[in-house]
């Protein structure tokens, strides 16, 4: 891997949400808790990283779709210490990616954990029933 540039936990947070609010699992809920904070989708959709405020709310936001200030739930354990970076990936490296042994990743990726195991099966349309690790079955985008 590469280093391409410093990130923070700003941005971090930013395309966490904006990568979420397409995907049908996720969807619903973001929606609920925007409408409840009183925001628009854009400070998940075409966030500003200068706004201080913004960047506040979208913190809430994770915090209370995914736990992500309370180091619970997806985060359970995750460290306050961390150090955001930009890293560029060679395909070979990419191909050695694993996901975190969780048992829904371990099954998408037919015990391997490899995610390029994972990509075929979901070309394939597996899981067929719904993937609670990728919303896969469930019309996610």
Known sequence: ????????????????????LPAARFRDKLRALLERNGLPDRVITDPDLGDAAENQARLRLLTQHREYGTRTGLFDGFPDDVRWQWMAITPAGLARVRYVD???????????????????????????????????GHGAG
Request: glycine share 10%; aromatic share 8%; net charge positive.
């Open 1 to 20: 891997m590469r280093r391409l540039r410093p990130s923070s936990e700003a941005e971090m947070v930013a395309l966490f949400l904006r990568t979420e």
């Open 102 to 136: 969780y048992d829904s990743w371990v099954e998408l990726s037919g015990g391997s954990r490899l995610a390029v195991d994972a990509a075929p099966r979901i070309r394939a349309g597996w899981p067929r029933s719904g993937c609670p690790a990728t919303g896969a």
